[in-house]
Structure formats: structure tokens, C-alpha cells
């Protein structure tokens, strides 16, 4: 056996679901800590500050990433900043906490560089149409926001070999029991 790996990072293209597979995975498995992304996006309705992301301006990002504070940072679908905290995540590793970071492909191959013993996961939907069903069931992006998110999702399919592992979120309970064998939460 292999000493287990204590940090995952999970892409997938839009719409297929990471949001909600993180979200159960994170209500089953509490012990999981999910890292909090700084974004200068603004919040939809719902959001929480410090919960869902740091909502920050272009400055404050601006900041966080000249200090280091930053352990990857990308531009997402063409449009905001998103960057992962360094610090809330070296702590959680300081502890032996198990920490998901749910980024982006760009972001992702950052972590490569910087955190070489994170493991890779690649979240894929069942087919190209459930993603665009998916994409427009959701109605949180207008046309034209939809098809740019579409452009960048062929983009990142195309990087699914990248990836240590690929897992089809079709049933959302099934995937959760996937990612938790995978990531050793059992
Ligand atoms: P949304 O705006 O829908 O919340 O997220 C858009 C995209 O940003 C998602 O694909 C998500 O994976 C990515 N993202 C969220 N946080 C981060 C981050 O800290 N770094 C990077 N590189 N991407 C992120």
C-alpha cells in the first residue's frame, strides 16, 4: 500500500457538476477540506463570502498574487481571476487533513509544477449533448457567456489524458462514492 496522497485536485468542463459533486462530497465527508478560491467574480445570488469564494476586486488579487499568496492563479472562460489561497491549504496539510482543490485545467497544470505529489482528477460527463443540456438547464450564464464556457469545455476534454484518473459524473451518488474510494475518505 501506498502512503495515501493528502491533496486532489479535481477539473472537469463546465457545467459538468463540480460544484455539486464537491458540495456532496464535502456534506458526507466533513473531514475533507475544500479549499476556498479568491475570485474577482462577482458573487452570484446565494454566494457567501469566504464561503463559496473570497470575493475580491482586481487590486486585492493583484496583491495576493505579487506576495505569493497564491498557490496557482488563472483567468477562467476568458473573463475573471481565480486563485487558490496558499496558505489555508498548507495548514490543512500541517494537520494531515486530506484538501480538494477544485480548479481550473490552467490552474491545474500549475499545481503539477508547484505540488508535484497531488493526485489529478478528471470529472466527465456522460456525452458532449448532456453537457450542453446541463449548461443550459442551470440558466446561470446568458448565450453568449454559455457558448465561450462551451469553447473552453472542447478545450478541456481534450486535456482528460493530462489526468491521473477520469471519473463520468452520471449519478451524482455514485460519483461521490468514486471520489471517496479514490481520495481514500473511507
Ligand atoms: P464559477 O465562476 O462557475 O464559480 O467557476 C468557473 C471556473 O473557475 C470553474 O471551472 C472552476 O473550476 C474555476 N475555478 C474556481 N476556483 C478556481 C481557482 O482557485 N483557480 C483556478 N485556476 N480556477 C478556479
Not at 17 to 26: D, H, Y
Not at 28 to 49: I, N
Not at 155 to 162: H, R, W
Request: aromatic residues 6%; charged residues 30%; negative net charge.
Amino acid at each position: 500500500m501506498h502512503d495515501p496522497v493528502p491533496v486532489f485536485v479535481i477539473c472537469g468542463p463546465t457545467a459538468v457538476g463540480k460544484g455539486t459533486v464537491v458540495k456532496a462530497l464535502k456534506a458526507e465527508y466533513p473531514q475533507l477540506e475544500v479549499s476556498v478560491s479568491a475570485t474577482t467574480r462577482p458573487p452570484r445570488p446565494g454566494e457567501v463570502d469566504g464561503r463559496d469564494y473570497y470575493f475580491v476586486d482586481e487590486d486585492q488579487f493583484a496583491r495576493m498574487r505579487e506576495r505569493g499568496e497564491l498557490l496557482e492563479s488563472a483567468v477562467v472562460h476568458g473573463a475573471h481571476s481565480y486563485g487558490t489561497p496558499r496558505g489555508p491549504v498548507e495548514q490543512s496539510l500541517a494537520e494531515g487533513k486530506t484538501v480538494l482543490l477544485e480548479i481550473d485545467l490552467a490552474g491545474a497544470r500549475q499545481v503539477r509544477q508547484t505540488l508535484p505529489e497531488a493526485r489529478f482528477i478528471f470529472l466527465l460527463p456522460p456525452s458532449w449533448e448532456e453537457l450542453e443540456r446541463r449548461l443550459i438547464g442551470r440558466g446561470t450564464e446568458g448565450p453568449e457567456e454559455r457558448s465561450r464556457r462551451l469553447e473552453t469545455a472542447r478545450v478541456e476534454l481534450d486535456a482528460a489524458p493530462e489526468f491521473d484518473v477520469c471519473v463520468i459524473n452520471d449519478k451524482l451518488d455514485e460519483t461521490v462514492k468514486e471520489l471517496a474510494e479514490i481520495m481514500g475518505l473511507n
